[in-house]
Structures are given as C-alpha cells and as structure tokens.
DNA sequence: CATAGTTTTAGACTACTTCTAATTTTTAAT
DNA sequence: ATTAAAAATTAGAAGTAGTCTAAAACTATG
C-alpha cells in the first residue's frame, strides 16, 4: 500500500484501507472516465477478492470527499471523472470515448442574464467527433 | 385520433397507430421532461390497456426520428424533451427539476479553436437553484 | 488482548430498460 | 372481401446498474 496515496485519502478525511487504496490507485490516475463496474473489473486485476459493493461504496465515498465527480452520459451511463478542477466535456459519438477539454479552452458568456437562476456551475457539453492523432479512442 | 399529430408522425417517417398517437399527444406537447414510467402513467390514462414495452418502443423511435430527445440526469434518470431545437438546461440542484434555456440566453465562444475535435453540437449545462416565481417546479 | 467502531463481503433486492416470441393489426395486392 | 406479408403490440422474462442487509473481518486504542 503505497504511503503516498494512503496520505492522499488521509488529507480528504478517509481511512486508508487495502481495497480504498486500491481503487484509489487506478481511479485518480487514470485520464479515462470509467464507469463503476469498469473500475471494479480493473481493480480486481490487483486485488481479486474485492467486491462490487466494496467498489460502488468507495467510489461514492471518493465523490463525497471531492476526489472523483461523477458525470451522467446522454446514453445513462454513469462515469468517474479524476479531474476536480473546472473543465468541459467532449463526447465522441462514435466511439462513446469522453475527452475533458481545458476551463480556458471555451468561454460561455451571458451567465449573468438568467434572471430567476442562481447559477452555482456550468459546463459546455460537446458532441461529435475526435479526429485521431490522440491514440487513444 | 387526431389527424394532426397522425400527419406529424408521418411526416417523420413514423407509421402512425393509435398508441403512438395517444404517445405523441402527451409526450410532444408537455413542457415537463418526463421518464418513461411518467409518460406510461400519463397516457394509460387515456389509453389504459397500452404496454409498458410499447410506451418505451414508441419514446426510443420518437428519439431516432428526431420528434424527441432525451437527457440523462446526474442522477441518472432518463427523461424526455419535446423541445428539438437547441436550447441549453438548467438543473435545479435541489428539486432536480430542469429547465429549459432560450438558445440565446448564453453565448459560447472560441468553439472554432477546438483542434482535432469536429464538433456537431454543444449545449450549456448549468446547475443551481431556480428562484420560485416560476410556479411550477 | 478486549472492545468499540469501521469496513468489507456475498448475495438479495430494486428500479429501469430491453428482449422474446406469440398475437394482433395494418397494408397491399388480388 | 380474402389473403399473405409486414409491422406493431403485448405480457412477462431477462438483463443491467446500483443499493441494501446483516454477518464477518478488520483496525485502533486503552
């Protein structure tokens, strides 16, 4: 159990455990946005006993502590996201594949005009297509 | 079953039977954004003896023939929205109740400099409470 | 090392959606 | 009208994703 990720669950108020560091291992590095049972599958590979129940409860735990936002897709899934910083979300509709792109890549404008809204977050939700010299899709 | 709506289907390329009329009647004119069991509960009113699997065909053919679109929650409920043209949401986090923001209520700039990315659409999510001289939510 | 609190577990359960395959309805051609 | 083919509907089964339960296993501390 790596000290550093225990120190990292510590400082967001959660007992560091075997499976929690675990899950935190993969689920905090990965650039991915996988879903709950994609998480399990890949945690089990290093620590096969883990449940299900045990992957579900931690990764809300995580969103509770501000580690992991969840992000609901168009098609109902529901994905991890290790990235807490403000950003906006591409989704190549071909491959299902979520790209996060940078706060400052976009700019939304006329916020301040939703008179009888109080606005506590946005993002820009785009669709379309990944043109493919980022190998990864 | 009214020859309006007969026509609308058929202008879709939607063969129009009387159940998914009674479906079009509820679900193209309602500014809720109802869930499928909603719209079921609604329209067995009228037509009590419909299917539950029929009311779900009929929203998911609505969908692909473009009557309709759906938007997944982040609580991951499905729901339902009449509204085809473009529009941005607001999510009221505390009822959970959307609502539905003129396309020209917001402005999102520098789209253009998306590189490798070839966006077909986008839309604002905004998030945050709705202050109640709207009495409907 | 006892105990109280916390975490994990397997599997049951729930809610939502899709699938299946049999039946009914519609369409189109005679 | 009759028929055959195609399309739509149906009830219920099956699948999926997630939560819950209650027992067992841990962990931290005195």
New binding site residues.
């Given amino acids: 159990m790596r000290p550093l990720i225990a120190d990292h669950l510590r400082n967001a108020g959660?007992?560091p455990?075997?499976?929690?560091v675990a899950v935190a291992e993969y689920v905090l590095a990965t650039e991915d946005h996988p879903?709950?049972?994609q998480v399990w599958a890949k945690v089990r590979k290093s620590?096969p006993?883990?449940?299900?129940?045990?992957?579900?409860?931690?990764l809300?735990l995580f969103v509770k502590k501000r580690l992991l936002r969840q992000f609901v897709l168009n098609d109902?899934?529901?994905v991890f996201d290790a990235r807490v910083s403000r950003h906006h979300h591409f989704i190549d509709e071909e491959t299902g594949r979520i790209y996060d792109l940078p706060w400052e890549a976009l700019a939304v404008s006329k916020l301040e005009s939703l008179n009888g809204f109080e606005v506590r977050e946005y993002q820009v939700v785009v669709r379309g297509r990944a043109k493919n010299y980022s190998r990864r899709g």
């Avoid at 006993?49 to 931690?58: E, K, L, W």
């Fill in positions: 959660i007992q455990s075997a499976q929690r879903t709950a049972d620590f006993m883990i449940s299900r129940a045990t992957v579900y409860n931690t809300n109902g899934k529901t």
